[in-house]
């Protein structure tokens, strides 16, 4: 070995089933020297230097080397490892430069990064979208406090103050947020205060939601959404839509005290139909209707400009703005009708009365609050709250991560989703020290953002800025605004949202799916959302768990059963080739599928060697390796000849740290056909009735180790890169 020259160590890498396979337990530690006259001194055996890390890009690593921590890093180098470690002790500068820098500083304010990038022009197109959004959102954020059981000016407080934080912590330039109703109804069943107008409830979950959803962010903890499977999540939405709703039937007709239970509300509906107030079902009749016919203006042919000159854009651009403007025009309508009726002295509508002018003060949520001789406490809060502590951040998040991907998606922009997390936390903290309730990404709103040419996330500062001036100059006119105009909006707001289309899907891709669908529907409709998503997402778990349970093995000649055999009588074996991954729930039907297949019911076995092939195992746990040691164990008592082949470096390691014997290795099936007792020459008595172990080892350097073997009976076939074998 010459200075300055380093020296590559070799490891087993060899094709199988064009996919590369790497043995990195096979490295052996030996000395690498590197180039005094560019180092400046020898490396030692570790391949590392006192403070300082030889390897300059870790990311390009396929080892489990991070930097600053001691861990070997192997970097692939053309069919070879070039083995580096680094530092043994933390380098605390180099952990505060790569941790405190300008890149890291921009992913966490996204605002540093695309704020020197604006533009003067970019204004109008940010101003436009975010008046626009303000005109849309304002009216209905009054309507999603009602489902949120809280008077109308916390709809506002939410749609206010929340979209500042996202100007500055935000990914998605569309991104609108605010009240929803999905939302405002897992608000109105876990934070709902005993006391009548009270909002501690609400803000306080506010608050839990807001650090929920920042430290799942912070601990990149998004992934966890996943396990909520896109059937529950549908019926999920839809059960929540529909008891949205139908919660507001009785406000369009006037009824008051009816109770919260869907079934109940529905049964008390009909019941008390003739104490329907006409002039508010007619009101909020004309206000769907007039919803109705203005949403419909830009899909209608006729109102289309047939001209491309500037008053033919003009009014498109009218037609366009009265459309997504009508929850606006609705409550317009109402206020005004609801005055003239004043005017003459007269009120047949149930109204929203006062509504308290200014903004809100910043305080931090209450965790106690009284009513008379009764005090609620901190634990009353929370076991109020109960599961809504989980469930409401992540419904919230999984609302805004499918807007943000879906707007990302069209504007061609990428969108951090652990940043939308700390984004989304932030914000509902904030607001609860705002006196606003949790909130969620608006899907009509954010649409709204990308059709009015949204070039930034500052177009949410036009919607907070809107916001405040209504709270400072509005609020009187809120008192006119008829209920039924509000349930009008609401009803007309999320009846698109409701999807049966989805059940003949799931009928026509996988009929298991409609389990958990019908599961969390008819839950949540009967004994509570909580109750339906605790459920839905359950079951969706044991759908997907069951099948780790019951390993597939198949083979071409025969699918018929679960497990199949491929036999050749005159060479007396059996091939099992296991179709998926082992995990330890499969331990038990793993073993008594391959024993029951190999004996085929009877008592004794004609074949005298089965194989194994696990191709497609790509990992061990230690109660399959148990599992295994225990069928090489009865093969053995049985004197048949255990092989398995195909064997991937991350489950021979298992293997090999587990101490199990009394099986053979092979790389391929046709290898392990050529290792059978059989076809092996035969060498003498005490080989033939050998049962030790076989081992089919590759290397490039002609130089192996052996773990562990019998050394009474081992017979080692050794075969290199090129396929060339010798017996020893």
Not at 63 to 81: E, F, H, I, K, S
Not at 457 to 485: D, Q, R
Not at 701 to 723: K, Q, R, Y
């Amino acid at each position: 070995m010459t200075s300055g020259t380093p020296t590559v160590l070799k490891v087993e890498h060899y094709e199988q089933d064009n996919e590369a396979y790497v043995d990195h337990e096979s490295i052996k530690e030996e000395k690498i020297s590197i180039d005094e006259a560019a180092e400046g001194e020898e490396v030692s055996s570790r391949g590392t230097k006192e403070n300082s890390c030889l390897v300059d890009n870790l990311d390009n690593c396929c080892g489990d080397g991070v930097r600053g921590v001691r861990d070997c890093a192997c970097c692939l180098r053309q069919g070879t490892c070039e083995v580096f470690e680094c530092c043994k002790s933390v380098n605390c500068a180099r952990l505060a430069r790569d941790t405190f820098n300008l890149r890291n500083l921009k992913a966490k304010f996204p605002i540093l990064d695309w704020l020197p990038k604006y533009r003067l022009s970019y204004a109008v197109g940010d101003f436009i979208a975010g008046l626009t959004v303000g005109l849309a959102q304002l009216p209905k954020s009054l309507a999603m406090a009602k489902i949120a059981d809280l008077p109308p000016q916390y709809g506002i407080y939410s749609a206010t103050f929340c979209v500042f934080v996202y100007v500055f912590f935000g990914t998605c330039k569309d991104m609108n947020l605010g009240p929803q109703s999905v939302q405002s109804l897992l608000v109105s069943q876990f934070g709902n205060s005993p006391i009548e107008g009270d909002a501690s409830y609400a803000l306080v979950l506010s608050l839990m939601c807001g650090l929920v959803q920042f430290a799942m962010g912070v601990f990149r903890l998004g992934f966890l959404v996943n396990y909520i499977s896109y059937p529950v999540l549908e019926s999920f939405t839809t059960a929540s839509v529909i008891i949205v709703a139908y919660g507001q039937v009785p406000s369009w007709l006037g009824l008051t005290g009816m109770p919260r239970p869907f079934l109940s509300q529905v049964y008390w509906t009909f019941r008390r139909i003739p104490e329907v107030r006409l002039w508010d079902f007619l009101l909020g009749l004309l206000s769907m209707i007039v919803i109705f016919l203005m949403q419909k203006m830009t899909t209608t042919t006729c109102l289309r400009p047939k001209f491309t000159s500037k008053l033919g854009r003009a009014v498109k651009y009218t037609v366009w703005l009265c459309s997504i403007s009508r929850m606006v025009v609705v409550v317009l309508i109402g206020i005004v009708i609801a005055y003239v009726f004043h005017l003459y002295g007269y009120e047949p509508f149930s109204l929203t009365k006062n509504i308290p002018p200014g903004l809100p003060p910043f305080r931090p949520p209450s965790f106690s609050v009284s009513d008379g001789n009764t005090t609620y406490t901190a634990k009353d809060i929370f076991e109020k709250m109960a599961a809504g502590v989980i469930f409401a951040p992540i419904i919230s998040y999984i609302s805004v991560i499918a807007i943000a991907k879906n707007f990302a998606r069209k504007g061609n922009y990428k969108v951090d989703k652990d940043q939308e997390l700390i984004a989304l936390g932030l914000a509902n903290v904030a607001g609860s020290f705002l006196s606003a309730f949790p909130i969620t990404g608006t899907f009509s709103g954010s649409a709204v953002n990308y059709q009015s040419g949204a070039r930034s996330p500052l177009n949410g500062l036009v919607v907070g800025i809107l916001g405040v001036l209504v709270l400072l100059f509005l609020t009187p006119v809120f008192y006119y605004i008829p209920n039924a105009s509000l349930s009008s909006v609401i009803i007309m707001s999320v009846v698109d949202m409701i999807n049966f289309g989805i059940v003949i899907k799931l009928w026509n891709v996988k009929k298991i799916d409609l389990i958990p669908w019908l599961v969390t529907f008819v839950l949540c409709l009967a004994e509570g959302i909580e109750y339906g998503i605790i459920f839905g997402i359950a079951l969706s778990i044991c759908i997907l768990i069951f099948p780790v349970s019951r390993p597939k093995v198949l083979t071409e000649n025969v699918t018929k059963s679960k497990m199949s055999v491929k036999s050749c009588p005159e060479s007396e074996y059996a091939v099992l080739v296991i179709q998926q991954g082992l995990a330890f729930p499969s331990v038990d039907y793993f073993v008594d599928s391959v024993v029951n297949l190999v004996f085929e019911g009877e008592k004794s076995c004609t074949y005298k060697s089965v194989i194994l092939d696990f191709v497609h195992v790509p990992s061990l746990d230690f109660s399959i390796a148990q599992g295994l040691e225990e069928l090489t164990h009865y093969f053995k008592d049985m004197e048949i000849t255990l092989i398995l082949c195909r064997v991937r470096p991350s489950v021979q390691r298992v293997i090999t740290r587990c101490g199990i014997k009394h099986f053979n290795v092979a790389r391929d099936v046709e290898e392990a056909i050529e290792m059978l007792p059989k076809n092996r020459p035969k060498e003498g008595t005490e080989k033939e009735k050998s049962n030790g172990v076989v081992c089919a080892i590759s290397t490039s350097t002609g130089s192996t180790e052996i773990d562990s073997f019998d050394t009474n009976h081992f017979d080692c076939s050794l075969s290199d890169v090129s396929g060339d074998s010798c017996n020893l």
